[in-house]
C-alpha cells in the first residue's frame, strides 16, 4: 500500500547548521507531496508542498524537491534557527484525495543556541 | 480570517462511554477530514467529508463515526470508549479536493480515556 517513511529522530542541531530530514514515498501513482509542522501544544501547519516531478516547494528558507526516480521529497534549510525546534511531518495524498494524507512518524528536531 | 477551531480542548472520559468532538473549518473551506495522533501510530486518517457526504473513511472500527452539516461544520463521535482511545484528535479543512489542496489543522482535541 502507499506509505512516507522519514528519517527518525530526534535531530539536534546547533544554530545556523544545515538540515537535511529524508523522506522517501512509495511510487503508486504520482501523489502530491507535503512538509507540515508542528510546534508545542498545536495542529501541523503546512510548511511547503509540491504536485508533480521535480517541482521545488520552498518557504521559510525550507526547500524539498519531488523527485520522481528515487521517490524522495528531503526536506532542507541551509541555516538552522531556535525558532525551527518542532516536529516535522512528510506526507504523501492517498489515491488522489487530498484530504486523506499519509503522514510519515515525524521528526523532532531540536536547534540550540 | 479565524482558523480552524476545535472544541473541547481536552476530554477525560470513562472506558465504555460515548463522545463527541467538534470542528469549525475556516470560513469559506468545504471539505474537513479527522485524524487521529498518538506516540505509537503517528497520525492516521479518519474520515473526509465534503459537502455533507463521507468521501473516504480510514481503517478505523465502526465506533468512530463522523458528519458534516451545512455549514460544514463537523462532529466525530467515538462510542464505547476503551483504552487505546485515548489520543489527540486533529481536524483540518480545505477549501476544496483539488490537487495539493493544502489542509489546514485546529489545535486538536486531546482525549483522555480511563
Known amino acids: 500500500g502507499n506509505s512516507v517513511t522519514q528519517m527518525e529522530g530526534p535531530v539536534t542541531l546547533s544554530e545556523e547548521a544545515f538540515l537535511t530530514i529524508n523522506c522517501t514515498y512509495t511510487?503508486?501513482?504520482?501523489?502530491?507531496l507535503f512538509w507540515y509542522v508542528q510546534y508545542p501544544g498545536e495542529g501541523l501547519q503546512l510548511l511547503l508542498k509540491a504536485t508533480k516531478a521535480d517541482d521545488k516547494g520552498s518557504n521559510k528558507g525550507f526547500e524539498a524537491t519531488y523527485r520522481k526516480e528515487t521517490t524522495s521529497f528531503h526536506l532542507e534549510k541551509g541555516s538552522v534557527q531556535v525558532s525551527d525546534s518542532a516536529v516535522y511531518f512528510c506526507?504523501?495524498?492517498?489515491?488522489?484525495?487530498?484530504?486523506?494524507?499519509?503522514f510519515g512518524k515525524g521528526t523532532k528536531l531540536s536547534v540550540k543556541p | 480570517k479565524a482558523g480552524v477551531t476545535q472544541t473541547p480542548r481536552y476530554l477525560i472520559k470513562t472506558r465504555g462511554q460515548q463522545v463527541t468532538l467538534s470542528c469549525s473549518p475556516i470560513?469559506?473551506?468545504?471539505?474537513v477530514s479527522w485524524y487521529q495522533q498518538t506516540p505509537g501510530q503517528g497520525l492516521q486518517f479518519l474520515f473526509e467529508?465534503?459537502?455533507?457526504?463521507?468521501?473516504n473513511k480510514g481503517n478505523f472500527p465502526g465506533r468512530f463515526s463522523g458528519r458534516q452539516f451545512s455549514n460544514s461544520r463537523s462532529e466525530m463521535n467515538v462510542s464505547t470508549l476503551e483504552l487505546g482511545d485515548s489520543a489527540l484528535y486533529l481536524c483540518?479543512?480545505?477549501?476544496?479536493?483539488?490537487?495539493?489542496?493544502?489542509?489546514?489543522f485546529g489545535n486538536g482535541t486531546r482525549l483522555t480515556v480511563t
Open positions: 506526507a504523501r495524498d492517498n489515491g488522489g484525495s487530498q484530504g486523506n494524507l499519509i
Open positions: 511510487a503508486t501513482g504520482y501523489p502530491s
Open positions: 470560513s469559506g473551506h468545504r471539505s
Open positions: 467529508y465534503f459537502s455533507e457526504t463521507q468521501r
Open positions: 483540518a479543512s480545505s477549501l476544496n479536493r483539488d490537487r495539493g489542496s493544502p489542509l489546514h
